[in-house]
C-alpha cells in the first residue's frame, strides 16, 4: 500500500470508529425515557453456585411492538446483598438490542453460593423494580434442604393468574416453568380477559406482543421477581402440537420452519435462561441444573427434535399393552439421539441424593380406555406415542438414585408409580411421576374431581384432581413431600390457595404415597 492509499484508509478506519462501527461493536446512544420502559418486569433464572442469569426487556409500549425504535440502548444493573440495593457486590452495563427486542441476558457470575441476592436494571433515566435471586449451593455442599414448586400451562384469556400470586408469597429456592408460557393463535374456549391484539400470523411480531401480554400481568411479575426460574418449553410456544423433528429441506415445511424460528426467537428474548441466541429454527435448551449433592435437575426439551406424531387409532388397533402400533417404532423418538444420549449418561454419572427430570408431557402410561370427567387420553402427544425413548430411561432408572418425574401440559394433577413394564402389573416401580396441573389453562373446572384410588385399569396411578394451582415441593436427603396447591378460582383476580392433597416419596423407596 503505497502513502496516499494509506491515508486514505486510516481515514476511513477513523471515520468508523467515530460511528462505532469497527470490530463488531453497537452504536448506542444516551436515550431518556418519557414513559417507564420496565413494564415487563425482571426476572431471574438457571442459577448456578457462583451466579444467575438477570433479564429485563426495555418496553414503554409493550403490546405495540415495546416502542422502542432501532436505537440501542446502555442498560445499567446491580447486584446487591440487601433489598435496599446499598450493599453492591457486581454491577455492570449491557446493550439492549432492537435485534433482541430490547431484551437484556445478563449472566452474572462471582457471587458467593446458596445466597439471597436483589438485583435491579437502571436505563434512560429510568429504575427497574428490584428483583430478588438465589445462587446454587456449591458443587460438593450438601444442604439440608431444598424448596421449590413447578407449574405450567397458563393460558392468559382462560383466567387470571391468581395461582402466580400466590406462588410469589411461598418461601421457595426456585421455580421450575413447564411449559405454555404463552398460547398462540387466536382466543378461544372460555374467555375471561381479552388479548389487547386481535388475529394472528405466526409472525415474530405476533409472538414478541403474545409474550408482552402475558408479561404485562403483575402477578406473573411478582412470581418471576420472587425466585429465580428454570424454564423449557411445549408446543403452544410455537403452534399446538407441533412436532420439531422435520425435513428441514422439504419445501412443504417451509411454514413450519418459519414459525418455529419466531417463536424460539421470542421465547429466547422474554425468558431468563442461560442458553446460546437461537439460530434460525435451532435453540439448544436441555440442560441441567445441580443444588449440591442434593438435587440435580435434567430440564428437558420435548418438541425440538421430536418425531410428527402418530395418527389417532381405536381402541381396536391397539396393541394388548395399550400402545398404537406405530408408538413402538423403534426410529421413533422423543429427544432426539444426541439428547437422549445426554439425559441418560448423566443419569448414570450423578451423585447427586435425587434425580429429578423436568419436562413437558405426561410420561407415564396411562389406559386410554380411562375417561376422568372429560379428560380422555390417547398417547399421541405424550410419551405413549414414543414408547422405545421411554422405555430406555425407566431402564436407567433402575440404577439411578431417587428418579423423579415432573411433568406439566395435562391442566390436571396426577401421581404416578413408574414401572419398569407398564404392561406387567408384578413389574418393579423404578420412578415417580408428578404432573402438575395449569395456572389458568382451561379455567375452573366444571365439575371438581380429585382420586385417591388407583383404577384398576391403571393401578400406577395414585392420584387424579382437576384444580387449577402448582405443586410445591420440600427436598431433603431422605424424603421428597409434595404439596398440590390449589386455587378457588381464575375467574377473578383474587383467590385463596389451599392444598388438596400431600404426597411424599422416601429415598430409596421408590413411588409415591400419600401423607
Same mark, same amino acid.
Not at 73 to 91: G, L
Not at 99 to 109: F, M, N, P
Given at each position: 500500500?503505497?502513502?496516499?492509499a494509506?491515508?486514505?484508509a486510516?481515514?476511513?478506519?477513523a471515520a468508523?470508529?467515530a460511528l462505532g462501527?469497527?470490530?463488531?461493536c453497537v452504536?448506542?446512544q444516551?436515550?431518556k425515557? #418519557?414513559?417507564?420502559p420496565?413494564t ?5 433464572g438457571?442459577?448456578?453456585p457462583?451466579?444467575v442469569?438477570?433479564?429485563?426487556r426495555l418496553?414503554?409500549?409493550?403490546l405495540?411492538g415495546?416502542?422502542m425504535?432501532? +436505537?440501542?440502548v446502555?442498560v445499567e444493573?446491580?447486584v446487591?446483598?440487601d433489598?435496599?440495593m446499598k450493599?453492591?457486590v457486581?454491577s455492570?452495563?449491557?446493550?439492549a438490542l432492537?435485534?433482541l427486542a430490547?431484551?437484556?441476558? *445478563?449472566? @452474572?457470575g462471582g457471587?458467593? !453460593?446458596?445466597r @439471597?441476592y436483589w ?7 429510568a429504575e427497574?423494580p428490584?428483583?430478588r435471586?438465589?445462587t446454587?449451593p %456449591?458443587a460438593g455442599?450438601s444442604?439440608?434442604a431444598?424448596?421449590f414448586?413447578?407449574a405450567?400451562c397458563?393460558n392468559?384469556v382462560?383466567?387470571?393468574y391468581?395461582a402466580h400470586?400466590?406462588l410469589a408469597r411461598?418461601?421457595?429456592?426456585a421455580?421450575?416453568?413447564?411449559? #405454555?408460557?404463552i398460547?398462540e393463535?387466536?382466543a378461544?374456549g372460555?374467555?375471561v380477559?381479552?388479548y389487547s ?7 415474530l411480531?405476533?409472538?414478541r406482543?403474545?409474550y408482552?401480554?402475558?408479561k404485562t400481568d403483575t402477578?406473573l411479575?411478582a412470581?418471576?421477581? +420472587?425466585?429465580?426460574?428454570i424454564?423449557t418449553?411445549?408446543?403452544h410456544e ?7 423433528g ?8 417451509k411454514?413450519a420452519? %418459519?414459525?418455529r424460528?419466531?417463536g424460539?426467537? +421470542? ?8 442458553? !446460546?441466541r437461537p439460530?434460525g429454527?435451532d435453540l439448544k435448551?436441555?440442560r441441567?441444573?445441580s443444588?449440591g &449433592?442434593?438435587?440435580t435437575?435434567?430440564?428437558?426439551d420435548?418438541?425440538q427434535y421430536?418425531?410428527p ?6 381402541d ?8 398404537c402400533?406405530?408408538s413402538?417404532?423403534p ?12 439425559l ?6 450423578s451423585?447427586s ?6 419436562q413437558s *408431557? ?7 380406555n380411562l375417561?376422568l &370427567?372429560?379428560?380422555?387420553f390417547d398417547g399421541?402427544d ?12 425407566l431402564d ?5 438414585k431417587n428418579p423423579?418425574?415432573?411433568s406439566g401440559?395435562s391442566?390436571v394433577n ?8 407398564? &404392561?406387567?402389573p408384578?413389574? !418393579? ?8 396441573t395449569?395456572?389458568s ?6 365439575v371438581?374431581?380429585?382420586q385417591?384410588t388407583?383404577p384398576?385399569?391403571?393401578?400406577q ?5 382437576n384444580?387449577?394451582?402448582y @405443586?410445591?415441593?420440600t427436598?431433603?436427603?431422605?424424603r421428597l413431600t409434595a404439596?398440590?396447591r ?16 400431600t404426597? *411424599? @416419596?422416601?429415598?430409596?423407596?421408590p413411588g409415591?404415597?400419600?401423607a
Amino acid at each position: 500500500m503505497d502513502r496516499r492509499a494509506f491515508l486514505r484508509a486510516t481515514a476511513r478506519l477513523a471515520a468508523l470508529a467515530a460511528l462505532g462501527q469497527v470490530a463488531g461493536c453497537v452504536p448506542t446512544q444516551p436515550f431518556k425515557f #418519557d414513559k417507564d420502559p420496565f413494564t415487563l418486569g425482571v426476572a431471574s433464572g438457571d442459577p448456578l453456585p457462583d451466579g444467575v442469569v438477570l433479564w429485563t426487556r426495555l418496553a414503554p409500549d409493550p403490546l405495540a411492538g415495546g416502542g422502542m425504535g432501532s +436505537a440501542a440502548v446502555q442498560v445499567e444493573w446491580t447486584v446487591s446483598r440487601d433489598e435496599a440495593m446499598k450493599d453492591v457486590v457486581r454491577s455492570g452495563t449491557s446493550s439492549a438490542l432492537r435485534d433482541l427486542a430490547h431484551s437484556v441476558h *445478563v449472566e @452474572v457470575g462471582g457471587l458467593d !453460593p446458596d445466597r @439471597v441476592y436483589w438485583y435491579r436494571f437502571r436505563a434512560g433515566g429510568a429504575e427497574s423494580p428490584v428483583g430478588r435471586t438465589r445462587t446454587a449451593p %456449591a458443587a460438593g455442599a450438601s444442604p439440608p434442604a431444598l424448596r421449590f414448586a413447578f407449574a405450567s400451562c397458563q393460558n392468559y384469556v382462560q383466567g387470571y393468574y391468581t395461582a402466580h400470586a400466590n406462588l410469589a408469597r411461598e418461601d421457595l429456592d426456585a421455580v421450575l416453568f413447564l411449559g #405454555d408460557y404463552i398460547y398462540e393463535g387466536t382466543a378461544r374456549g372460555d374467555i375471561v380477559r381479552e388479548y389487547s391484539k386481535r388475529g394472528w400470523s405466526y409472525s415474530l411480531g405476533d409472538y414478541r406482543d403474545r409474550y408482552a401480554q402475558h408479561k404485562t400481568d403483575t402477578d406473573l411479575q411478582a412470581a418471576h421477581a +420472587a425466585f429465580p426460574w428454570i424454564v423449557t418449553w411445549d408446543d403452544h410456544e410455537v403452534e399446538n402440537n407441533y412436532a420439531g423433528g422435520i425435513d428441514k429441506e422439504d419445501p412443504r415445511n417451509k411454514a413450519a420452519i %418459519a414459525e418455529r424460528a419466531a417463536g424460539y426467537q +421470542a421465547f429466547y428474548e422474554h425468558m431468563p435462561v442461560r442458553a !446460546p441466541r437461537p439460530q434460525g429454527p435451532d435453540l439448544k435448551l436441555y440442560r441441567s441444573v445441580s443444588y449440591g &449433592g442434593l438435587a440435580t435437575f435434567f430440564v428437558l426439551d420435548t418438541r425440538q427434535y421430536r418425531s410428527p406424531e402418530i395418527a389417532l387409532c381405536r381402541d381396536t388397533d391397539q396393541t394388548p399393552s395399550g400402545y398404537c402400533p406405530a408408538s413402538v417404532d423403534p426410529s421413533r423418538t422423543m429427544l432426539g439421539a444426541d439428547q437422549r444420549s445426554w439425559l441418560l449418561r448423566g443419569l448414570s454419572d450423578s451423585a447427586s441424593a435425587w434425580n429429578f427430570v423436568a419436562q413437558s *408431557v405426561r410420561f407415564a402410561q396411562q389406559d386410554s380406555n380411562l375417561d376422568l &370427567g372429560k379428560h380422555t387420553f390417547d398417547g399421541v402427544d405424550n410419551w405413549m406415542g414414543y414408547v422405545v425413548d421411554r422405555q430406555t430411561i425407566l431402564d436407567r432408572f433402575v440404577t439411578t438414585k431417587n428418579p423423579v418425574v415432573l411433568s406439566g401440559d395435562s391442566h390436571v394433577n396426577f401421581v404416578y408409580d413408574l414401572k419398569r413394564d407398564f &404392561g406387567d402389573p408384578t413389574s !418393579p416401580t423404578v420412578g415417580t411421576e408428578l404432573l402438575g396441573t395449569s395456572i389458568s389453562s382451561e379455567g375452573d373446572p366444571f365439575v371438581e374431581q380429585t382420586q385417591f384410588t388407583p383404577p384398576s385399569k391403571n393401578p400406577q396411578l395414585r392420584f387424579f384432581d382437576n384444580h387449577r394451582g402448582y @405443586v410445591r415441593c420440600t427436598l431433603y436427603r431422605g424424603r421428597l413431600t409434595a404439596d398440590f396447591r390449589a386455587v378457588s378460582t381464575v375467574r377473578k383476580p383474587t383467590a385463596t390457595v389451599s392444598t388438596t392433597a400431600t404426597f *411424599v @416419596v422416601d429415598d430409596g423407596k421408590p413411588g409415591a404415597r400419600r401423607a
